[in-house]
């Protein structure tokens, strides 16, 4: 294997269900190629997939923190053991052809580049409007992205701009950002978590002074007690 996909969720299982089910209707051949990394971020009950025909790895984060994204992709990062990350959110589907592509052009890629990739009906729920790209659907290479980047959890337990922050710590470690042309990689399925507060002023005001403050590399990752729930290889 090559490639370690990340995703998180939170409650909504069936969502989860349909990823799985989906992914899982691609190729023998592409299926052998990744993982699926799968991180429940605390959800009020703990569900059980099944994916006979998947690679996957089912973590679970055992400590109530809201909003925990920053640490939920955290522990997927650390958890994987392949030289690439696709790191996106549970309600964008791969695009079968397009990922196959990505996959067989890996090897020509640069280590120092996050690459985004362009998304089918996404619609942006902070802004209500339609965006091509979304900031938190993205490829790395895993060591450099260990060493150079990581996700804060200081933004943890308030709503948004981890995923925004992210990329000014990454180009001040010496890395730079790539939209690859005019693939379209995901098709976005348009859920988002309505039950917690969604204000991004806490957020906002942190990511500001952390970028006056010289965007240092976070530390003290993995802020909670997590668990393996199950495991599965094909």
Avoid at 53 to 69: D, G, T
Avoid at 79 to 105: C, K, Y
Avoid at 131 to 136: A, I, M
Wanted: contains cysteine.
């Amino acid at each position: 294997m090559h490639l370690s996909l990340i995703t998180h969720y939170y409650n909504n299982t069936q969502k989860v269900g349909e990823l799985i089910d989906h992914l899982s209707s691609f190729s023998e051949d592409l299926r052998k190629r990744f993982e699926l990394l799968l991180i429940d971020d605390n959800s009020e009950e703990l569900a059980q997939f099944n994916s006979p025909r998947l690679n996957l790895k089912h973590y679970r984060i055992e400590s109530p923190i809201n909003w925990n994204q920053a640490g939920s992709r955290n522990l997927g990062v650390m958890m994987s053991t392949n030289p690439w990350l696709l790191l996106f959110d549970v309600d964008q589907f791969l695009i079968e052809n397009a990922f196959s592509g990505l996959l067989n052009s890996l090897h020509n890629l640069e280590t120092s580049t996050i690459y985004y990739f362009k998304v089918d009906n996404f619609i942006d729920s902070n802004l209500n409007q339609p965006l091509t790209v979304h900031p938190n659907s993205f490829l790395a290479q895993s060591q450099r992205f260990k060493e150079w980047a990581m996700y804060d959890e200081d933004f943890a337990g308030n709503y948004g701009y981890e995923d925004l922050y992210l990329p000014y710590v990454w180009e001040k470690s010496g890395g730079n950002r790539k939209l690859v042309g005019d693939t379209v990689l995901f098709n976005d399925k348009g859920f988002k978590t309505t039950n917690l507060n969604r204000s991004l002023d806490i957020n906002k005001a942190l990511a500001q002074r952390k970028i006056l403050e010289g965007c240092r590399r976070p530390t003290h990752l993995l802020r909670f007690n997590w668990s393996l729930v199950s495991e599965h290889k094909i």
